[in-house]
């Protein structure tokens, strides 16, 4: 049997390939391309990106390993096959990188809900002292435990420190800044007063038994200002206009019925109703008092949210400050929604901020996991 004859050219070209295959794998690569090189998306969503290296001649380099990375996993994930999926609300820098060189593409991420701002009013109610177990499922507190169940539950939400100050200011500031309840020094760090302002977005925080409209002193009577931080941060002590957002929350009732409620609202109860100087029971007549009417109100029941938690755990120091209950109240919350996610006040603070659209966040609240898990798309 005779072999198939080659011709002489087409052996020729096969030859020179051959040999310049050694050197074409050994071209370095110049640069790396992402596409597409930005994009938009809502928590939850996925996109698959693709990079492409080249040589400094710009010809594409097949066969070259790629390493995914994202620079904040907190806001997007990405693969090792480029895969990235949306957190919660920011933006993250996605890099790919062969043999040394990089390239990006900005993956900007919003609530799901609808656009960037998808609430617009947000409102928290901080209460005292007590563990998890002794508020989920007490019959101390039927409505709180009532909204629990209708709406959304975080199970495995933790305080960050003891006692009291380092966790509010964890809220303000996505810092504990101190542990020390008498602490007086105006703090100058990042905080959410500073991050609402420079978003254009209205703040108060309501505190009960306030004794005058910016009132920035020590405690008087059942008010605490280790409660109200609000009241030590520099946007706000050291800013004649933004004092006058410290109230009494006698304001609050004034407000929600004239229909005048701030983007941002904090609410802060006495040393009475908010359980630390007295029972559960009297926490729960005081939501159930203060709370359902602003539940019940046109405001809330078209762009509300509302986040009611404990500052830290009364006998329990895991992850800092111990499990403490945290619920949230929204219509467009998923109903009976229960988180198994671990979660620490940073979280709430980026929940506060992006829910109004905001995506730059004080400390670790940049880094925090999102809370987009309790909203529907």
């Given at each position: 049997?005779?072999?198939?004859?080659?011709?002489?050219?087409?052996?020729?070209?096969?030859?020179?390939?051959?040999?310049?295959?050694?050197?074409?794998?050994?071209?370095?690569?110049?640069?790396?391309?992402?596409?597409?090189?930005?994009?938009?998306?809502?928590?939850?969503?996925?996109?698959?990106?693709?990079?492409?290296?080249?040589?400094?001649?710009?010809?594409?380099?097949?066969?070259?390993?790629?390493?995914?990375?994202?620079?904040?996993?907190?806001?997007?994930?990405?693969?090792?096959?480029?895969?990235?999926?949306a957190v919660a609300a920011?933006?993250?820098?996605?890099?790919?990188?062969?043999?040394?060189?990089?390239?990006?593409?900005?993956?900007?991420?919003?609530?799901?809900?609808?656009?960037?701002?998808?609430?617009?009013?947000?409102?928290?109610?901080?209460?005292?002292?007590?563990?998890?177990?002794?508020?989920?499922?007490?019959?101390?507190?039927?409505?709180?435990?009532?909204?629990?169940?209708?709406?959304?539950?975080?199970?495995?939400?933790?305080?960050?420190?003891?006692?009291?100050?380092?966790?509010?200011?964890?809220?303000?500031?996505?810092?504990?800044?101190?542990?020390?309840?008498?602490?007086?020094?105006?703090?100058?760090?990042?905080?959410?007063?500073?991050?609402?302002?420079?978003?254009?977005?209205?703040?108060?925080?309501?505190?009960?038994?306030?004794?005058?409209?910016?009132?920035?002193?020590?405690?008087?009577?059942?008010?605490?200002?280790?409660?109200?931080?609000?009241?030590?941060?520099?946007?706000?002590?050291?800013?004649?206009?933004?004092?006058?957002?410290?109230?009494?929350?006698?304001?609050?009732?004034?407000?929600?019925?004239?229909?005048?409620?701030?983007?941002?609202?904090?609410?802060?109860?006495?040393?009475?109703?908010?359980?630390?100087?007295?029972?559960?029971?009297?926490?729960?007549?005081?939501?159930?008092?203060?709370?359902?009417?602003?539940?019940?109100?046109?405001?809330?029941?078209?762009?509300?949210?509302?986040?009611?938690?404990?500052?830290?755990?009364?006998?329990?120091?895991?992850?800092?400050?111990?499990?403490?209950?945290?619920?949230?109240?929204?219509?467009?919350?998923?109903?009976?929604?229960?988180?198994?996610?671990?979660?620490?006040?940073?979280?709430?603070?980026?929940?506060?901020?992006?829910?109004?659209?905001?995506?730059?966040?004080?400390?670790?609240?940049?880094t925090a996991p999102g809370?987009?898990?309790?909203?529907?798309?």
């Open positions: 049997m005779s072999l198939p004859r080659v011709r002489p050219a087409i052996l020729a070209v096969a030859l020179v390939a051959a040999c310049e295959l050694p050197s074409r794998l050994g071209i370095p690569v110049a640069s790396v391309s992402i596409a597409p090189s930005s994009a938009s998306l809502r928590v939850g969503d996925t996109l698959r990106l693709s990079a492409t290296p080249r040589d400094s001649s710009g010809n594409i380099l097949a066969g070259r390993s790629i390493a995914w990375t994202s620079d904040s996993s907190a806001v997007a994930t990405v693969t090792a096959s480029g895969l990235v999926r920011g933006t993250s820098t996605i890099r790919a990188t062969s043999e040394g060189k990089a390239g990006t593409a900005t993956v900007t991420v919003a609530m799901s809900g609808g656009g960037t701002a998808p609430f617009g009013h947000v409102f928290i109610v901080t209460e005292e002292n007590h563990d998890y177990a002794s508020v989920i499922g007490s019959s101390s507190m039927p409505y709180l435990n009532g909204l629990a169940q209708q709406y959304g539950l975080a199970t495995q939400y933790y305080a960050n420190t003891h006692p009291s100050i380092g966790n509010y200011f964890m809220l303000a500031t996505g810092q504990i800044i101190t542990n020390n309840d008498s602490y007086s020094t105006i703090v100058t760090v990042d905080n959410v007063v500073r991050r609402l302002l420079a978003a254009g977005k209205s703040w108060k925080s309501y505190a009960e038994d306030l004794p005058a409209v910016g009132y920035t002193g020590g405690d008087v009577g059942n008010y605490a200002r280790k409660h109200n931080v609000f009241a030590l941060l520099s946007d706000v002590a050291s800013d004649s206009t933004e004092r006058r957002n410290l109230v009494p929350f006698t304001q609050f009732a004034t407000d929600l019925a004239n229909g005048t409620l701030p983007d941002f609202s904090n609410i802060v109860p006495n040393l009475c109703n908010d359980a630390h100087d007295c029972s559960l029971g009297t926490a729960d007549t005081w939501l159930g008092n203060n709370i359902a009417p602003l539940l019940a109100s046109p405001t809330f029941q078209q762009d509300g949210l509302l986040i009611i938690l404990f500052d830290e755990a009364g006998s329990d120091n895991t992850h800092g400050g111990g499990r403490i209950a945290w619920v949230v109240v929204s219509p467009r919350a998923k109903m009976g929604y229960q988180s198994t996610t671990l979660h620490q006040h940073e979280s709430t603070l980026r929940l506060i901020l992006e829910a109004l659209g905001v995506t730059q966040f004080p400390g670790v609240a940049a809370m987009g898990e309790f909203f529907t798309p």
